[in-house]
Protein backbone atom coordinates (compact mmCIF):
# COMPACT_ATOMS: atom_id res chain seq x y z
CA UNK A 1 0.00 0.00 0.00
CA UNK A 2 1.34 3.29 -1.04
CA UNK A 3 1.79 6.07 1.55
CA UNK A 4 2.81 9.46 1.93
CA UNK A 5 3.57 10.95 5.03
CA UNK A 6 4.82 15.03 5.07
CA UNK A 7 5.88 16.13 8.80
CA UNK A 8 8.04 18.79 10.08
CA UNK A 9 5.72 22.01 9.75
CA UNK A 10 5.49 24.93 12.53
CA UNK A 11 5.37 28.12 13.76
CA UNK A 12 8.64 29.91 12.69
CA UNK A 13 9.09 34.11 12.53
CA UNK A 14 9.62 35.55 9.42
CA UNK A 15 12.45 35.47 7.65
CA UNK A 16 13.05 32.00 9.25
CA UNK A 17 12.98 27.96 7.83
CA UNK A 18 11.61 25.35 7.84
CA UNK A 19 12.48 21.95 6.25
CA UNK A 20 9.26 19.55 5.47
CA UNK A 21 10.25 16.01 5.07
CA UNK A 22 8.15 13.79 2.50
CA UNK A 23 8.70 9.80 3.91
CA UNK A 24 7.21 7.74 1.35
CA UNK A 25 6.03 3.34 1.95
CA UNK A 26 4.64 0.83 -0.35
CA UNK A 27 6.71 2.07 -3.44
CA UNK A 28 10.57 3.67 -3.85
CA UNK A 29 9.69 7.26 -5.06
CA UNK A 30 13.24 7.89 -6.56
CA UNK A 31 11.63 6.53 -9.73
CA UNK A 32 8.56 8.89 -9.84
CA UNK A 33 7.76 12.59 -9.62
CA UNK A 34 6.84 13.69 -6.30
CA UNK A 35 5.50 17.16 -5.83
CA UNK A 36 4.73 19.53 -2.95
CA UNK A 37 1.59 21.47 -2.83
CA UNK A 38 -0.09 23.56 -0.20
CA UNK A 39 -3.09 25.26 -0.01
CA UNK A 40 -3.67 28.85 2.15
CA UNK A 41 -7.29 28.94 3.44
CA UNK A 42 -9.79 30.38 1.07
CA UNK A 43 -7.13 30.02 -1.97
CA UNK A 44 -6.78 27.22 -4.48
CA UNK A 45 -3.95 24.47 -4.22
CA UNK A 46 -0.68 25.82 -5.30
CA UNK A 47 2.67 23.97 -6.81
CA UNK A 48 5.61 24.42 -5.15
CA UNK A 49 7.84 22.33 -6.61
CA UNK A 50 8.57 18.83 -7.77
CA UNK A 51 11.57 16.37 -8.50
CA UNK A 52 11.46 13.86 -11.07
CA UNK A 53 12.66 10.52 -10.92
CA UNK A 54 15.87 11.67 -13.04
CA UNK A 55 16.58 14.56 -10.84
CA UNK A 56 14.84 17.13 -12.97
CA UNK A 57 13.57 19.80 -10.53
CA UNK A 58 10.71 22.54 -10.66
CA UNK A 59 9.69 25.51 -8.77
CA UNK A 60 6.97 27.68 -8.21
CA UNK A 61 7.84 31.53 -9.22
CA UNK A 62 6.66 32.80 -5.50
CA UNK A 63 9.32 30.29 -3.88
CA UNK A 64 12.17 30.51 -6.53
CA UNK A 65 15.46 30.92 -5.08
CA UNK A 66 14.16 30.47 -1.65
CA UNK A 67 12.89 26.66 -1.39
CA UNK A 68 14.83 24.21 -2.44
CA UNK A 69 13.45 20.05 -2.87
CA UNK A 70 15.99 17.50 -2.08
CA UNK A 71 15.85 13.31 -2.37
CA UNK A 72 17.32 10.57 -0.30
CA UNK A 73 16.93 7.99 -1.73
CA UNK A 74 18.28 6.01 0.90
CA UNK A 75 15.24 7.02 3.52
CA UNK A 76 12.78 6.82 0.76
CA UNK A 77 11.79 10.75 1.98
CA UNK A 78 11.98 13.90 -0.22
CA UNK A 79 12.57 17.15 1.63
CA UNK A 80 11.34 20.48 1.17
CA UNK A 81 14.34 23.35 2.50
CA UNK A 82 12.61 26.53 3.06
CA UNK A 83 14.35 29.43 3.93
CA UNK A 84 13.67 33.38 3.85
CA UNK A 85 10.07 32.29 4.83
CA UNK A 86 7.21 35.29 4.31
CA UNK A 87 3.75 34.97 5.93
CA UNK A 88 1.99 34.46 2.81
CA UNK A 89 3.95 31.00 2.59
CA UNK A 90 1.73 30.14 5.60
CA UNK A 91 -0.54 27.35 4.33
CA UNK A 92 -1.21 23.37 4.97
CA UNK A 93 1.77 21.68 2.82
CA UNK A 94 1.22 18.83 1.20
CA UNK A 95 3.15 15.97 -0.95
CA UNK A 96 1.96 13.54 -3.97
CA UNK A 97 3.23 11.10 -5.97
CA UNK A 98 2.90 10.64 -10.30
CA UNK A 99 3.39 7.15 -10.72
CA UNK A 100 3.55 7.82 -14.56
CA UNK A 101 6.87 9.05 -15.12
CA UNK A 102 5.99 12.82 -16.03
CA UNK A 103 8.00 15.16 -16.22
CA UNK A 104 7.92 17.52 -13.25
CA UNK A 105 4.54 19.37 -13.10
CA UNK A 106 2.02 20.83 -11.12
CA UNK A 107 -0.75 19.29 -12.15
CA UNK A 108 -3.02 18.06 -9.38
CA UNK A 109 -5.07 15.89 -10.93
CA UNK A 110 -2.76 13.78 -11.99
CA UNK A 111 -0.95 13.13 -9.00
CA UNK A 112 -2.41 9.51 -7.69
CA UNK A 113 -1.13 9.54 -3.93
CA UNK A 114 -0.95 12.67 -1.22
CA UNK A 115 0.35 12.98 1.81
CA UNK A 116 -2.04 14.66 4.93
CA UNK A 117 -0.76 17.37 5.04
CA UNK A 118 1.71 19.54 7.91
CA UNK A 119 0.37 22.91 8.69
CA UNK A 120 3.40 25.91 8.36
CA UNK A 121 2.48 28.92 10.16
CA UNK A 122 4.59 32.34 9.04
CA UNK A 123 3.99 35.11 11.74
CA UNK A 124 5.93 37.24 14.32
Known amino acids: QSQLVESGGGLVQPGGSLRLSCAASGFPLRYYTISWFRQAPGKEREGVSC???????NYGDSVKGRFTISRDNAKNTVYLQMNSLKPEDTAVYFCAVDKNGRSPHFVAADYDYWGQGTQVTVSS
Open 51 to 57: ISGGGRT
